[in-house]
T-cell receptor, first 109, second 113 residues
């Protein structure tokens, strides 16, 4: 079993809708969870982090964490074409981050 | 000002050659990393250094050797390049011992012919 799993997509969402990205992880001891956005040909950039169970909102982005189910998600409200990118879920491991394979998101105008 | 910089941005070379990639960060971070991202976008850590000390050395061939002359620099030297080394290599840094909020450089696209 992979340590961090994401649906590679592509996920296609109409402009203005909610995009929902999901991630599961295998290490029950993980405490910190991150979402990175990577535009094509660019480097990953941190957009959200969450440490506690529940929801964390930042503008149009909401991260959700359920440690019992070992599940992290990212919701993007009012999706814009500029949100089209690959979204990488990352989970803190032993002195490192472990990344999922990323979900490619396309927002259709 | 560029926070994490890498040179070169593109590297095209023949099999069997030796090449180096340089990385510098001006964020004052103590921890630096090298990642490899393959064609399927899978981002995997190779090495990390904390204040010039090697912290992580994942199962990477001995042909890859990192060097950290000071905490602001982490270079990657690759000997006897192979076709499978073709990938994008990212340098990153993070504040001391957090390992969490990492800032990535622009990447070096290595193509081995």
């Amino acid at each position: 079993q992979k340590e961090v799993e994401q649906n590679s997509g592509p996920l296609s969402v109409p402009e203005g809708a909610i995009a929902s990205l999901n991630c599961t992880y295998s290490d029950r001891g993980s405490q910190s969870f991150f979402w990175y956005r990577q535009y094509s040909g660019k480097s990953p950039e941190l957009i959200m982090f969450i440490y506690s169970n529940g929801d964390k909102e930042d503008g149009r982005f909401t991260a959700q964490l359920n440690k019992a189910s070992q599940y992290v998600s990212l919701l993007i409200r009012d999706s814009q074409p500029s949100d089209s990118a690959t979204y990488l879920c990352a989970v803190q491991g032993a002195q490192k981050l472990v990344f999922g394979q990323g979900t490619r998101l396309t927002i259709n105008p | 000002d560029t926070a994490v910089s890498q040179t070169p941005k593109y590297l095209v070379t023949q099999m069997g050659n030796d090449k180096s990639i340089k990385c510098e960060q001006n964020l004052g971070h103590d921890t630096m990393y090298w990642y490899k991202q393959d064609s399927k976008k899978f981002l995997k850590i190779m090495f990390s250094y904390n204040n010039k000390e090697l912290i992580i050395n994942e199962t990477v061939p001995n042909r890859f050797s990192p060097k950290s002359p000071d905490k602001a620099h982490l270079n990657l030297h690759i000997n006897s390049l192979e076709l499978g080394d073709s990938a994008v290599y990212f340098c990153a840094s993070s504040p001391i011992r957090t390992y969490n909020e990492q800032f990535f450089g622009p990447g070096t696209r290595l193509t081995v012919l």
